[in-house]
RNA sequence: GUGGACGUAGCUCAGCUGGUUAGAGUCCCGGAUUGUGAUUCCGGAUGUCGGGGGUUCGAGUCCCCUCGUCCACCCCA
């Protein structure tokens, strides 16, 4: 018989047991810290109707799109029409959607966190993925959102991200307002040609100052030497301190409408971070932050290591004025963020600041005699009722070799329950990471283990 | 979507200018007698050299096509 070859698609990541224990564990730190925040969960179907997902034609996302058909749709299917489905490529479309759909039925200003897969068709690519979790929180107004709201954001990411242990990170925050503003008066007129300029500053961290000025004074642009210049000059700043941070933004001058509504949100932005408990050492005011996506407005966040700069973005998302527009007249301001948890757990393990998890399966029963297996069986109830994981092995075989499965399986206590044992009404136990064995009176072997495990 | 590199055991790779049955490490499996894993020792399994065609007495090695993978750009988590 012919054999199929064994493999995923690229693009995917696909874990062994205990490296899902680490992944699901990362999961779990971020969802405590959501939960924490007063965030409430939701999940939308993997599917939206292709003509939801796919409001604005002809962009990027149509490109990227997975459809869906059905067999019976696919063969029914006319030539050059789209399918009715597709595969959602974000959490802040479904979203949308959702807030749209059951605006009446929703509590404003609302708060909801989705951790859930999403599907691109991109090239494959290291540490790029076709299928990956985004865990995302947004809070949408009704009408109208306090930009307070975009200082909480920042403080739910400070905590995710010390709860997850991988170093010091800084949350970099920039306004799109200010920076507009700025532009105009440099005389770069329209959102387009901002958006423009914008997407390529954003890339002077990759690409340098040198490349960037090129690109800006290049045929592309057209942007005259000394205003490119000052532009590299403005957008160099980073901020050491939130006195820093306002004493830049008081520093401007006083420029066009936009710039100081950009400057008024940034400074109650930033101060309110330090009252929400952010450390200054983990924020700061970065004027080359802008975000690729055009539909944010106001505030931009974006997250990076400080000491593993080569990851560059953990974290990212900003203010947007009307998230649903394509889907109700009401007007639906909001303010999020998004984890890519999938890349961002590949970074890490990458760069060696996450290892493997340890096996959920806590103690292993060992089998000496076949006759025992009902004292094995009861051992095994009573674990468990102790709150300890256990799994008794079922199968005679050698010793040995039932030592050599608990090792592999990252199982880090084996216990015997043997003649000797019995006779004493003990039970063995032998702890396989430190190498060490007792044996232990029965009645004290859960309490035991607790201890151990703890 | 545009441009560029690379395809040899499950994995990481060696194979000099074409020359016998294609190798190493790792991993996997088995053994080293009694109720003890990971360490040590011994033994074993595994490849249409990505696929197809061509040049040649002879191709893993050279040429063409094709498929696949990876990298950069675009974009983005």
């Not at 929180?137 to 307070?148: A, E, F, M, P």
């Not at 290049?218 to 700043?237: C, I, N, Q, T, W």
């Not at 394509?326 to 948890?341: D, E, F, K, Q």
């Not at 702890?431 to 283990?449: F, K, N, P, S």
């Amino acid at each position: 018989m012919a054999i199929t070859q064994a493999r995923t698609m690229p693009g995917v990541l696909e874990l062994l047991p205990l490296d899902q224990v680490a992944f699901q564990s990362m999961l779990d730190a971020i969802r405590r810290n959501f939960e924490r925040f007063g965030f409430l969960a939701i999940e939308t179907p993997v599917m939206e109707y292709s003509n939801v997902l796919l409001t604005k034609q002809g962009g990027e996302t149509e490109r990227q799109v997975y459809f869906v058909q059905s067999t019976g749709a696919l063969q029914a299917a006319r030539e050059g029409e789209l399918p009715e489905l597709a595969l959602r490529f974000d959490l802040t479309v479904p979203l949308a959607r959702y807030v749209a759909e059951h605006e009446r039925e929703l509590v404003f200003p609302f708060r909801r966190y989705q951790m859930q897969r999403v599907y691109r068709g991109e090239r494959a690519q290291r540490g790029r993925f076709r299928e990956f979790y985004q865990c995302d929180i947004d809070v949408i107004g009704k009408d109208q959102l306090s930009v307070r709201y975009d200082a909480e954001i920042p403080a739910v990411i400070y905590n995710v991200f010390r709860d997850l242990r991988i170093g010091d990170f800084t949350i970099q925050i920039n306004n799109r307002k200010l920076m507009r503003g700025w532009l105009e008066t440099l005389g770069i007129q329209g959102a387009p040609a901002q958006a423009a300029v914008l997407r390529e500053v954003d890339k002077l961290d990759k690409r340098g100052a040198e490349a960037v000025r090129a690109t800006l004074t290049g045929a592309d642009f057209g942007l005259a030497a000394d205003a490119a210049s000052a532009l590299l000059d403005f957008v160099a700043f980073r901020s050491t301190s939130l006195d820093a941070a306002l004493a830049r933004l008081d520093a401007l001058g006083s420029g066009s409408e936009a710039l100081e509504q950009g400057r008024a949100e940034l400074r109650e932005v930033l101060t309110l971070i330090r009252a929400f408990g952010v450390p200054e050492s983990h924020f700061a005011l970065n004027l080359s932050i802008a975000r690729g996506l055009d539909y944010y407005t106001g505030t931009v966040y974006e997250t990076t290591l400080n000491d593993h700069p080569q990851i560059g973005s953990i974290c990212s998302g900003g203010r947007y004025e009307n998230l649903a527009g394509h889907y109700t007249r009401s007007h639906l301001p909001g303010v999020g963020i998004s984890i890519g948890a999938t890349r961002l757990f590949w970074q890490l393990r990458e760069a060696g600041l996450i290892g493997s998890g340890r096996s959920t399966v806590e103690a292993l029963v060992a089998q000496l005699d076949e006759a025992d297996l009902p004292r094995y069986l009861g051992l095994a109830g009573e674990l468990r009722a102790a709150g300890i994981n256990t799994e008794v092995i079922l199968e005679a075989g050698k010793l040995a070799r039932q030592f050599r499965y608990a090792d592999r399986a990252g199982i880090r206590f084996v216990l015997l329950l043997g003649s000797e044992e019995i006779a004493r009404d003990a039970v063995t136990v032998k702890d396989l990471r430190a190498a060490t064995q007792e044996t232990i009176a029965r009645g004290e072997v859960a309490a035991h283990l607790r201890a151990a495990l703890r």
